[in-house]
Antibody, heavy 114, light 112 residues
Framework: EVKLEESGGGLVQPGMSVKLSCTTSGFTFSDYWMEWVRQAPGKGLEWVAEIRNKANNYATYYGKSVKGRFTISRDDSKSIVYLQMNSIRSEDTGIYYC?????WGQGVMVTVSS | DVVLTQTPVSLLISLGGQASISCRSSQSLVHSNGNTYLHWYLQKPGQSPQLLIYQVSNRFSGIPDRFSGSGSGTDFTLKISRVEPEDLGVYYCLQRTHNPYTFGAGTKLELK
């Protein structure tokens, strides 16, 4: 069974950093491209970042609103994908989902407030 | 960035009725490899999104044939026939042809 579980969210002060993790199981993690998608309270889905697999040189891509502040990475030995969020802003508040494209985690809430 | 325009914003449908959602792209979603990476998701209240249709017209595992996708180039449609209570929620289209990937703004399906 494919499973994705996000962790690492919580209350973060503006300008600070936080690192989200997505622990996966039930599939050969190293074969897949992985993504982060977020959803602000009461709003639609926003695509955040993608990291490709080793065969694609672990290429990374970012949405415009997070480029230069967020970094996606992965540890194939642990089947975990990460999202390092720096210089956090209030508009980064929301639920962050880890997804393989077809399967999604339950999401983790990040609240940016002083 | 590619802009996906979803219409309508909301739909009021009777049980057993049919719903149609449009997703129009600001540019062609045909990838250089010939594939079209336009997908449809449903987010039920309080849940994570779930994949319904991938690459325009392919139903994901376990998705009933009441759901169908069609289209090409810049114009795509999701149709839901014989609407059931579990179909309620917000439907999103997503393009993975051009980076950064982008979602449509969503279409809320409600019961009349």
């Amino acid at each position: 069974e494919v499973k994705l579980e996000e962790s690492g969210g919580g209350l973060v002060q503006p300008g600070m950093s936080v690192k989200l993790s997505c622990t996966t199981s039930g599939f050969t993690f190293s074969d897949y491209w992985m993504e982060w998608v977020r959803q602000a309270p009461g709003k639609g889905l926003e695509w955040v970042a993608e990291i490709r697999n080793k065969a694609n040189n672990y290429a990374t891509y970012y949405g415009k609103s997070v480029k230069g502040r967020f970094t996606i990475s992965r540890d194939d030995s642990k089947s975990i994908v990460y999202l390092q969020m720096n210089s956090i802003r209030s508009e980064d508040t929301g639920i962050y989902y880890c997804t393989r494209g077809d399967y999604w985690g339950q999401g983790v809430m990040v609240t940016v407030s002083s | 960035d590619v802009v996906l325009t979803q219409t309508p914003v909301s739909l009021l449908i009777s049980l057993g009725g049919q719903a149609s959602i449009s997703c129009r792209s600001s540019q062609s979603l045909v990838h250089s490899n010939g594939n079209t990476y336009l997908h449809w998701y449903l987010q039920k209240p309080g849940q994570s999104p779930q994949l319904l249709i991938y690459q325009v017209s392919n139903r994901f595992s376990g998705i009933p044939d009441r759901f169908s996708g069609s289209g090409s180039g810049t114009d795509f449609t999701l149709k839901i026939s014989r609407v059931e209570p579990e179909d309620l929620g917000v439907y999103y289209c997503l393009q993975r042809t051009h980076n950064p990937y982008t979602f449509g703004a969503g279409t809320k399906l409600e019961l009349k």
